[in-house]
């Protein structure tokens, strides 16, 4: 499979559907980026953003789910790919979390908190610099739960990566919330509701060469892989291009290769940059003192809401 594929365009019924959907007007908005989950491999992320801070390219909402929220919030935030690598080189499973004895998980994510207001620079969603939606996924309803507007970020964040088996659930107002990767592998469509008119959806793969399914973890996350290649075209039909880092070969905890991680999530971004570079409106001629650079689109945020 290519690292970057082009999503055909929307004819007028497929557009109007999902204008239906969506409840809302898709106004021209720019582009948004729906980060998908990965756990380690998700660092590859980083190397998606580096190549699009090196083009410029105007961002106007992002979306997470899983490690990908994590990336996501950090952009938000006003963080840059070099600030989440400094993070990310020297992170490791245990600042995240932590082995405990609980019937409903394997390890608890409280660690988390410190983690993320270490990386983060802004803690709520009406402080974010740019848009930001984290979808989780509600265990009692079955059903996406997508948090943007406004509210701690933290609470949505831990809840989209706990991942069933290994993180215990988060109770929320009379929510269990598990890995939002279980009801929505890559979040594309809250982009749309957002305002974007290009979602740039930044799939990690399935790992290849699973051969020995002798504990829970990996016959949970086989499972994982399975249902998730059946409902890819619940996104994929949201998105206009999908990257996938080549990272196919490492595995969900290979924390201590974020250095090839990032670099093969820029290599995949890079071969996409001639793509988006067309959506852009040509530059207008400025003086020579003007500095060249093109501003990040930043559009309000709304009231604190759940879309299920």
């Given at each position: 499979m290519s690292p970057v594929e082009t999503m055909p365009k929307e004819n007028w019924w497929q557009a109007a559907r999902?204008?239906?959907?969506s409840g809302t007007a898709r106004r021209p908005g720019g582009i948004g980026l729906a980060f998908g989950g990965g756990f380690a491999r998700g660092i590859a992320h980083v190397g998606v953003l580096r190549a699009l801070e090196k083009h410029k390219i105007p961002i106007c909402a992002v979306s997470g789910v899983s490690s990908g929220a994590i990336v996501a919030a950090a952009i938000a935030s006003g963080a840059t790919s070099y600030?989440?690598?400094?993070?990310?080189?020297?992170?490791?499973?245990?600042d995240v979390a932590r082995w405990t004895l609980n019937i409903m998980g394997l390890a608890g994510n409280e660690r988390m908190i410190p983690?993320?207001?270490?990386?983060?620079?802004?803690?709520?969603?009406?402080?974010?610099?740019?848009?930001?939606?984290?979808?989780?996924?509600?265990l009692i309803t079955g059903k996406a739960v997508t948090f943007h507007g406004a509210g701690d970020v933290m609470l949505p964040i831990r809840a989209s990566c706990a991942y069933p088996?290994?993180?215990?659930?988060?109770?929320y107002q009379g929510q269990l919330l598990v890995d939002g990767f279980v009801s929505m592998e890559?979040?594309?469509?809250?982009?749309?509701?957002?305002?974007?008119?290009?979602?740039?959806?930044?799939?990690i793969p399935n790992h290849d060469g699973i051969q020995d399914y002798g504990n829970m973890l990996s016959v949970v996350s086989r499972c994982f892989q399975?249902?998730?290649?059946?409902?890819?075209?619940?996104?994929?039909?949201?998105?206009?291009?999908v990257i996938t880092p080549p990272v196919a070969d490492m595995t969900w905890d290979s924390f201590a290769s974020a250095k090839k991680l990032i670099e093969c999530g820029e290599q995949a971004a890079m071969a996409a940059i001639p793509t988006i570079l067309k959506w852009l409106p040509a530059p207008e001629t400025v003086p020579a003192s003007s500095k060249d650079a093109i501003p990040v689109a930043v559009s309000p945020a709304s009231d604190l809401s759940t879309t299920t």
């Open positions: 999902s204008w239906i959907r600030d989440i690598e400094k993070v990310a080189l020297a992170m490791k499973f245990r983690f993320l207001a270490r990386l983060l620079k802004a803690g709520r969603f009406e402080d974010m610099q740019i848009p930001l939606a984290i979808v989780a996924t509600d088996g290994l993180f215990s659930p988060i109770r890559v979040p594309a469509e809250p982009l749309l509701q957002m305002g974007a008119d290009r979602v740039i959806s930044i799939n399975v249902m998730g290649g059946r409902c890819e075209y619940n996104w994929r039909r949201y998105s206009k291009l």
